[in-house]
Structure formats: structure tokens, C-alpha cells
């Protein structure tokens, strides 16, 4: 579960002060599939960055199962990066001399496992989102739904507890974008947290909470489903 | 191996293997000219002088010499001493060399009684020709007529540095003879006792003490010196392949050749400015090496800092998913250390199998030397050390300064 207090971001550049996230209570359940949703430089990406411990909050808390983030070093934050949450960005963010397989399997081998047993997690986590056949090329060699799935895979491998998503759908064609949101409510059906930020409104229904930011500040918060 | 190793192993691998040809070309092109840089242009420095220390010892001293004491014009019981010389199993060939200082004359026939003569100071030295040339090679030195032979009667080999068309020098107090070449008659005058001779050839060499000589065979220069002791003043020795140059000279000390002569090895006959030079070349060499590794040091770091720059995003990606900064790191420094070793590699192939045979079979024509490259393994591995180890600093520092930036900063290429 994840929890925030009045959690404040502001950025400064010389004397200019610009506050991006205003005072946010929000929550998170397990096994939530969670959609953020605003116009642009509301402070949904921000918001997420926070959360998901990519950055530092100006001011408020954030607590993730209990842990007060406030308190964890840089070397536990990379380390609760590393084991609990997975990652999906706009860009794919894979590593360019890396292939597919390497991709997935490096947060694995950070993770001590052998490079044996990483691989064939690996494999699977690839195989599970239709890129079985693709295990060896570069991300140059792939399509950017392709890329995409390469980046979920590189996100569920290790079964995090939360998978964050930053406009995962914001760089592909629709057809990429379907598979991209099936899968994740695929995974979402099978038990996984999912907190995604989305433009599109078709894919943000279907989320199971749908909430709104505005001007860094929550301004709804509606219950889709069940 | 430690968790971070791997993982920058790993990730150094796949981007070595995954990088631009040209671009890890051009690095490596850089570390073999760093390499040589550091080992060739001292390698020259200190080649130049070992051309000089090398023609010495060839030409002139061989591997042993034994010289007159400095208070005598011969070595006393010369031929005892060679007798002594000739059962030494070490000794591969040896050549006693008589010598006197002298004055050889050129224009003697056609000046008027009022122009000055036309003289030169020389050391005149008589040999036995076929030893001389079995232990100095001289002979391969002529550059015009030819060397001397047993029954030469009359005939002198004159040294280049005393004709003015080979040593074009005017220095106050020293003089040249002029318009002689092979076949002119000259005067050779030893203390009060003047000898008319012919020149048969001319020697050039880069050695001193080779070039400012004239030659003659020793039976005739016996007479023209008047001594028929056979007491001489120079014994060159050359040893077998593979003896010790010193364990001959404490052989004869220890026989007692010392009481009679200077016994020294091509190393202790080595003139002191010859040595001052070598160890000032020494100090220049490394300091040249010094300035190269400081270059070799900025360029890697400017590599490693400029990959690293545009490579923050995926630096960023990787802190973000959960790779440790050290892990990152460790991959820099094994690409720092794959580019000094291979380039290291290049160079010692380069200035070993090419540069190396090639300076010695073509030495570099200096005025005083024929100069080589010196390139000695344990040196260069040393340089290949102190490469890697600059290397992996300065592949070290920028990689760290861009690894410790912000991860979200990194990621959304923000400054």
C-alpha cells in the first residue's frame, strides 16, 4: 500500500520558486490498478515520480507498505526500486546495446541472480507479452509497441509489488496501444498494483480508480468498477 | 566476484561489442599513439645515445679494453699480456694496437717556403689489419680505396674526421688536411722521425677515437716509432657469445694485468660526459613520458565524459530500475581498461615486431650516432601499467561525476 501527506514538490531555478505538487492525500491499494489523469503540468508525472521514488518530495510524506520513504537512504531507495516496482515509460527507456533479453534479464541479474536462471525469467516475462520470437534483437530492430512490451517485460520479470506506468501508450499507434493496455489488465486480473498516468480517457476506464490533478492538486477521484 | 563487478562486466561487454566500430576504433587509435608516445619518443632519446655506445664498443673498444696506464705511453710486458689473452677460453678474438700522437701533412710538395703548412694532429695507430678487423669491423667503414693489408708497405687508412671533405669544421686550434683523397702522398711525422706514405683509404665512422686516427701496419709502424719490444698500447677484446664482459676483465685482474694496464669493460671505458648524457636523456625521456600520460589521462577522461554525457539518460534508466551506481561505474572503468590494453597491445606489437627490428636494421643517421630504438620489455610493461592504471582513473572520475547526478534529472535529461 501506498500513502501520502500533504506531499509537496516544488522546483527553483534561481529566485523562482514553481510549486508543481500542492498538498496531495492519496492511497494506493494493493492489487489496484490505479489511473492519474490531468492536463499537462498538472503534476501527474511528478506525482508518480514521487510516489514510485524516482524523486524527492519538497515537503509531506510518502509511506509505501508501512516504510516512511523520508527515512531510506539513497542505497535503500535503489534497492526498493530494484526489488518491489517495476517501471513503464513513455520513451520505453531500454538500453540501446542491450538486446530484449538482456533488457529484461539485467534488473534480474542486479538482483544476484545467476545469469542462467535470469535469462530463462527472462525468457518467460518475454514470452508472456508475445516477444518470444524477438528475444535477441536490439530495441533498433523492434517496432515501438514492440519496445513497449520489451519494457513491461522488463517491469513484471521480478513480480514487483507495484508496477508504475508514465504514459505508456503515448508514443505507439492504437493497434500497439490495445496490446500494451491488454496486457496490463491482464496482469492486473492477476493480482498486480498497477498505477498508470494516461491522456486517454478510453484506456484510463479501465482502470479500477480514476483520479483527476489539477494545478498539482487532486480534484476527483471517481471508483470505475466494482 | 562482488555483485557490482558483474553486473559492470556485463554491461561493458555488451556496450563494447554493440559500440560504433569507428568510434572504438578511434579510441584505440589514440591509446596505441598514446603507447607509443610514451614509449617510442624515449625509446629514440635513449636509442640515440646507445647508437653512439654501441658504435663505441664495436669500433673502437670492443668488450674489453686494456690501455696503457696513464703515466706510460704502452702497456709493459705486452706480449706476456697477450699470451695471457690468447688462453682465455672467453676471449673470441683480440687486436693490440700500437699508438702515438703524431702530425700528418698534406701540402708538403707544393707550398712555398712562406705558406703555412697544411697539418693535422693525429693519433697514428699501427694494427695487425686481419685482427683489427675480426674484433672492430673497421674495415666495412671505408668509404673510399681499401682497407690495409699485412704487406701494405708505405700505405696509411686515414680517418674522415682529419679531411676537411669529411669534417668541414673550422674551429680555432683545430685543422684539417685539404685536397687529399686516395692515392695522395702525405707526411707522417712521430716525435722527430718523418715518414712519406700513401693514402689507401678513407674511414668514416661516427666514433671519435676511430675517425681522428690514421692507420698503418703495425710491422712498419713498429719502425717508424722505433720500439721493438712489442710492448703496445691498446688490446681490444672481444669476448664469446655469451660471456660476461666484466667476468673477463676480473679474470685478468685477478691474473695481474692490472700492473701494467688499465683493464676496463666497454661500460667502464664509456666517457663520463657519455654517461652524464645517457642518464640526462634518461630524465628527459621520462619526463616526455610523464607529459604523454598526462595527455593519454585528459583524452580518456574526455571520452569517458562526453560517453557518459550522452549516455545520462540510459545512466538514468538504469539507477531508476534498481542498477547501483557502482555497478555502473565498474562498467566505465572495464571500458577505460579494455582501451588501454588494447591499445597497449597494438603498440607493443607495433614497436615490437616493426619499430624495434626496423630502427635497428635502418638506425636513424644522427650527426654523432646512428641512433635505435630502445625498448626494454620490463620498462614497457611498466609504461603498460602505469597506462591502465590512468586510464582506469581517468575513465573513472567522469563516469562517477555523471553517475551521482539526479536519477529523475538524468532520466528526463533535465540540468
Request: proline share 4%.
Amino acid at each position: 500500500m501506498i500513502e501520502t501527506k500533504n506531499l509537496t514538490r516544488s522546483f527553483q531555478n534561481g529566485d523562482v520558486v514553481t510549486p508543481v505538487l500542492k498538498g496531495i492525500d492519496f492511497m494506493a491499494n494493493d492489487g489496484e490498478f490505479l489511473a492519474i489523469m490531468g492536463r499537462s503540468g498538472a503534476g501527474k508525472s511528478t506525482l508518480l515520480y514521487q510516489i514510485s521514488l524516482l524523486d524527492e518530495p519538497t515537503g509531506g510524506a510518502i509511506k509505501i507498505d508501512g516504510h516512511d520513504t523520508h527515512r531510506m537512504s539513497e542505497d535503500e531507495r535503489m534497492r526498493f526500486r530494484l526489488n518491489k516496482f517495476g517501471y513503464v515509460f513513455q520513451d520505453y527507456a531500454l538500453l540501446p546495446e542491450l538486446t530484449a533479453l538482456e533488457n529484461v534479464a539485467l534488473p534480474l541479474m542486479m538482483q544476484d541472480k545467476s545469469r542462467k536462471s535470469a535469462y530463462a525469467q527472462a525468457e518467460r516475462a518475454l514470452e508472456r507479452v508475445g516477444l518470444g520470437h524477438r528475444l535477441h534483437n536490439l530495441p533498433s530492430q523492434l517496432s515501438g509497441g514492440e519496445q513497449q512490451r520489451v519494457s513491461i517485460s522488463r517491469a513484471i520479470a521480478h513480480k514487483p509489488a507495484v508496477l508504475f506506468a508514465d504514459e505508456p501508450t503515448a508514443n505507439l499507434d492504437n493497434e500497439s496501444s490495445r496490446k500494451v493496455m491488454d496486457t496490463f489488465v491482464e496482469l492486473h486480473k492477476e493480482g498486480q498494483t498497477i498505477i498508470m498516468v494516461t491522456h486517454e480517457e478510453p484506456y484510463a476506464a479501465l482502470a479500477d480508480r480514476l483520479i483527476r490533478l489539477d494545478d498539482g492538486k487532486i480534484i476527483s477521484e471517481t471508483k470505475r468498477r466494482g | 566476484m562482488p555483485l557490482n563487478v558483474r553486473i559492470g562486466f556485463f554491461l561493458a561487454t555488451r556496450a563494447l561489442r554493440r559500440a560504433s566500430l569507428w568510434t572504438t576504433g578511434l579510441i584505440i587509435g589514440v591509446m596505441v599513439l598514446t603507447f607509443l608516445n610514451l614509449v617510442v619518443v624515449s625509446g629514440i632519446l635513449v636509442g640515440l645515445l646507445e647508437g653512439a655506445v654501441v658504435a663505441v664498443r664495436t669500433q673502437y673498444t670492443s668488450d674489453v679494453i686494456i690501455s696503457s696506464l696513464n703515466d706510460k705511453k704502452y702497456i709493459e710486458n705486452s706480449p706476456n699480456l697477450l699470451l695471457l689473452i690468447s688462453t682465455l677460453p672467453e676471449v673470441r678474438a683480440y687486436t693490440a694496437r700500437y699508438r702515438q700522437a703524431g702530425v700528418v701533412e698534406a701540402n708538403y710538395k707544393t707550398r712555398k717556403d712562406t705558406d703555412k703548412p697544411n697539418t693535422a694532429n693525429a693519433m697514428m695507430v699501427g694494427i695487425n689489419p686481419a685482427k683489427e678487423d675480426s674484433v672492430t669491423g673497421i674495415g666495412g667503414s671505408i668509404v673510399e680505396g681499401s682497407f690495409l693489408t699485412p704487406d701494405d708497405y708505405d700505405k696509411v687508412v686515414i680517418g674522415g674526421y682529419l679531411l676537411k671533405q669529411y669534417f668541414p669544421v673550422e674551429t680555432p686550434g683545430f685543422t684539417t688536411l685539404e685536397n687529399v683523397g686516395v692515392g695522395t702522398k702525405i707526411r707522417m711525422s712521430v716525435g722527430s722521425v718523418t715518414r712519406e706514405v700513401t693514402v689507401k683509404g678513407i674511414l668514416k665512422s661516427k666514433v671519435d677515437e676511430v675517425s681522428m686516427r690514421a692507420y698503418m701496419v703495425d710491422s712498419q709502424f713498429r719502425s717508424l716509432i722505433g720500439r721493438n719490444d712489442g710492448n703496445v698500447a691498446e688490446i681490444a677484446l672481444k669476448v664469446a657469445p655469451g660471456a660476461d664482459p666484466r667476468a673477463v676483465r676480473d679474470t685478468l685482474l685477478a691474473r695481474g694485468a692490472g700492473i701494467n694496464a688499465k683493464v676496463q669493460t666497454y661500460e667502464d671505458a664509456q666517457p663520463k660526459f657519455l654517461k652524464d648524457m645517457i642518464a640526462t636523456f634518461g630524465m628527459l625521456g621520462t619526463a616526455f613520458s610523464s607529459i604523454g600520460l598526462v595527455v593519454a589521462s585528459i583524452t580518456i577522461f574526455i571520452v569517458v565524459f562526453i560517453n557518459a554525457i550522452t549516455r545520462r539518460k540510459f545512466i538514468g534508466i538504469l539507477k531508476g530500475i534498481g542498477i547501483h551506481g557502482r555497478a555502473i561505474e565498474a562498467s566505465y572503468v572495464f571500458q577505460s581498461v579494455f582501451y588501454a590494453l588494447v591499445g597497449s597491445l597494438l603498440g607493443l606489437i607495433l614497436v615490437y615486431a616493426f619499430l624495434v627490428p626496423f630502427f635497428y636494421a635502418h638506425p636513424i643517421d644522427f650527426p654523432f650516432s646512428d641512433g635505435i630504438l630502445v625498448a626494454p620489455l620490463g620498462t614497457t610493461l611498466l609504461r603498460v601499467g602505469l597506462l591502465v592504471v590512468t586510464t582506469v582513473i581517468a575513465g573513472f572520475i567522469p563516469a562517477m561525476m555523471i553517475i551521482r547526478k539526479n536519477t529523475l534529472d538524468s532520466i528526463l535529461g533535465r540540468n
